[in-house]
């Protein structure tokens, strides 16, 4: 059939250009991985404060589970049986850490990101969104009924011409960012964008913390808490997937928007919610984030080891943050580079396009709080220089 002669054209296509893709079979433990019988440690691991393999919480939060309380499944969505007491325990807790009037848990970030701006965008929305942001809020954009326009990454002064040009027009705009983003690693402007939003009536702010929750702020709530404006933000979304080791996401907001994403946000009305055990250990993970500052000190000062080293030896590093891209150029050079760091003993991965612009295919560090500064140096004296790279390939 035609269709399958297609797909079987891209894929060689694919191939051809060193982006085609394939799971890994992976065996985990603590900061290392073991794939095909090489072990390696795990420089490629969302678990950015090291407590998916923390044997102690494991064991703590074991101990509470019995026969009542393992919950597996919910079987439900929300709305019919599948809203179990811990959804409201859960609640109650970011509302409380975050100091705002209400909080809702969904799936997953992706759930979030393509769920809420469908909900409240009409027509009338104009979003107004950095050009780097996380492909399922493009995917949200566009399932929504609002106007978009992507603005230069961090290009505020665009931004700003945008919003004096267009303003008028929109009942209300929204501007849509990641706070950490997730292949450069470098931060937006939190406090330009609230001093921003502060000039007009109809300025909505939508902020995803999935990079930055649970490693930045003094309570690890991320970078609307490092600045202090975390209610000056009218949608806040964080995931439990990444730092928190465990999966779901969340809003903190105002409780009129929690109300109506229950009654219109399709992609929480229409799942099965998530079984009330895995939001029993975030709960529990939760409780323990205000305490986890040695983690997320430790994760900073092997972040800046790396990024420092890495601009020493020639790349262009304007990563603030725990994730750190090594950029290449091509996706054949980033392939390379990845695999020989590979039989050196570092699980790094190349990243290529379409998740990157072609040209900008990198390694991608993203780091834990599990690694030591001596793994990181060691890693260090095996990264070429990258003129080296140019050269040898």
């Known amino acids: 059939m035609r269709i399958y002669e297609r797909m079987q054209h891209e894929l060689n296509s694919l191939e051809s250009n060193g982006n085609l893709r394939h799971l890994p079979q992976i065996n985990h433990q603590s900061s290392w991985v073991t794939i095909?019988?090489?072990?390696?440690?795990?420089?490629?691991?969302?678990?950015?404060?090291?407590?998916?393999?923390?044997?102690?919480?494991?064991?703590?939060?074991?101990?509470?589970?019995t026969n009542s309380n393992f919950l597996p499944t919910s079987s439900s969505s929300r709305l019919l049986t599948g809203?179990?007491?811990?959804?409201?325990?859960?609640?109650?807790?970011?509302?409380?850490?975050?100091?705002?009037?209400?909080?809702?848990?969904?799936?997953?970030?992706?759930?979030?990101?393509?769920?809420?701006?469908?909900?409240?965008?009409?027509?009338?929305?104009?979003?107004?969104?950095?050009?780097?942001?996380h492909a399922s809020l493009i995917d949200g954009i566009r399932l929504s009924a609002a106007k978009c326009i992507r603005y230069k990454h961090n290009d505020y002064r665009q931004l700003e011409r945008l919003i004096d040009q267009?303003?008028?027009?929109?009942?209300?705009?929204?501007?849509?960012?990641?706070?950490?983003?997730?292949?450069?690693?470098?931060?937006?402007?939190?406090?330009?964008?609230?001093?921003?939003?502060?000039?007009?009536?109809?300025i909505?702010?939508?902020?995803?913390?999935?990079?930055a929750f649970g490693v930045r702020g003094n309570k690890g709530l991320g970078l609307a808490e490092e600045h202090g404006c975390i209610n000056d933000i009218d949608f806040l979304v964080g995931t439990f997937g990444k730092a928190m080791a465990s999966t779901?996401?969340?809003?903190?907001?105002?409780q009129i928007v929690r109300e109506y994403l229950i009654n219109k946000m399709r992609s929480l009305i229409f799942t099965t919610a998530l079984p009330p055990i895995t939001l029993s250990w975030t709960s529990f993970?939760?409780?323990?984030?205000?305490?986890?500052?040695?983690?997320?000190?430790?994760?900073?000062?092997?972040?800046?080891?790396?990024?420092?080293?890495?601009?020493?030896?020639?790349?262009?590093?304007?990563?603030?943050?725990?994730?750190?891209?090594?950029?290449?150029?091509?996706?054949?050079?980033?392939?390379?580079?990845?695999?020989?760091?590979?039989?050196?003993?570092?699980?790094?991965?190349?990243?290529?396009?379409?998740?990157?612009?072609?040209g900008t295919s990198r390694i991608r560090f993203s780091l834990s709080a599990d690694i030591s500064h001596t793994q990181i140096e060691q890693l260090i004296r095996v990264i070429p220089t990258f003129d080296e790279i140019i050269q040898t390939h």
């Open 36 to 65: 095909n019988g090489d072990e390696m440690i795990n420089l490629s691991s969302n678990d950015y404060l090291g407590l998916a393999c923390r044997e102690e919480f494991k064991e703590e939060f074991l101990a509470t589970l």
């Open 83 to 133: 809203n179990y007491s811990i959804y409201n325990k859960i609640e109650h807790q970011l509302a409380s850490l975050f100091d705002t009037e209400s909080a809702l848990v969904f799936n997953s970030g992706y759930h979030a990101n393509i769920g809420i701006l469908p909900a409240v965008c009409t027509s009338n929305t104009l979003i107004l969104a950095d050009k780097l942001v």
């Open 166 to 202: 267009h303003q008028a027009d929109y009942a209300e705009i929204i501007i849509v960012t990641e706070s950490i983003f997730s292949m450069d690693g470098d931060e937006c402007d939190l406090k330009r964008l609230i001093a921003l939003k502060a000039l007009y009536p109809n």
């Open 204 to 211: 909505l702010l939508y902020i995803d913390e999935a990079h």
């Open 248 to 254: 779901g996401a969340y809003i903190v907001c105002k």
């Open 285 to 358: 993970l939760l409780e323990k984030l205000p305490s986890l500052n040695n983690e997320r000190t430790r994760l900073q000062s092997i972040s800046h080891l790396l990024q420092e080293a890495l601009k020493e030896k020639g790349y262009k590093c304007t990563s603030t943050s725990h994730i750190i891209p090594m950029i290449v150029g091509e996706s054949s050079l980033a392939i390379y580079v990845a695999k020989n760091l590979q039989r050196k003993g570092f699980y790094a991965l190349p990243v290529r396009p379409p998740t990157v612009p072609e």
